[in-house]
């Protein structure tokens, strides 16, 4: 008898593709994931794939599982972070995406929560950054509204959904450690 040991993978990154806001590169990404001793890692970048390919290639030159993701904005100015768990929820993906810019002025792409919803197939979602709503709602004290949003969102994604947890030492990171 092996024991089955759970090894940690980042499911939130955003590399340079994410302008502002990631400061690693598609390419790297992959290799500093495998020198860390992870065997996957996800990039996440905001409303965007743009960088999957080069992604995909690092992560086969690396000897890493890549996990496509994206951390799209809500019309309300929260985040949710998607992830493709298979074929049909990168498509979706994809789809949610292209729909997010093609429905918006350009450079600000949004989508609902409704939208998602419709293509939550295939999708796995997390709560989302210090931006998403769940996470503001908790560092405003908000807690039972928190909750409650958590709570729509599971409605949408069942047993595919799960609150992010972060500790950026930023006001309001401890509220969702604790």
């Known amino acids: 008898y092996r024991s089955r040991v759970m090894r940690f993978v980042h499911l ?50 690396a000897g890493v599982k890549p996990i496509f993701g994206a951390e799209l904005t809500l019309d309300t100015g929260h985040h949710i972070t998607l992830i493709a768990r298979d074929a049909t929820g990168y498509g979706n993906l994809c789809r949610l995406l292209s729909d997010a810019h093609l429905s918006n002025e350009r450079g600000h792409p949004a989508t609902t929560l409704l939208r998602i919803a419709e293509r939550a197939e295939g999708l796995f979602a997390l709560s989302g950054c210090a931006h998403g709503e769940v996470a503001r709602l908790a560092a405003a004290g908000r807690i039972p509204d928190a909750m409650a949003a958590a709570r729509g969102w599971r409605e949408a994604f069942g047993d595919s959904y799960r609150i992010e947890v972060f500790d950026h030492r930023g006001h309001g990171d401890r509220v969702l450690r604790d």
């Open 12 to 61: 939130h990154c955003h590399t340079t593709w994410s302008l502002l806001d990631g400061a690693i590169e598609a390419e790297a990404l992959p290799h500093l994931a495998a020198a860390a001793g992870c065997e996957a890692v996800a990039m996440t970048d905001h409303d965007a794939l743009t960088g999957a390919v080069r992604f995909s290639r690092a992560c086969r030159d």
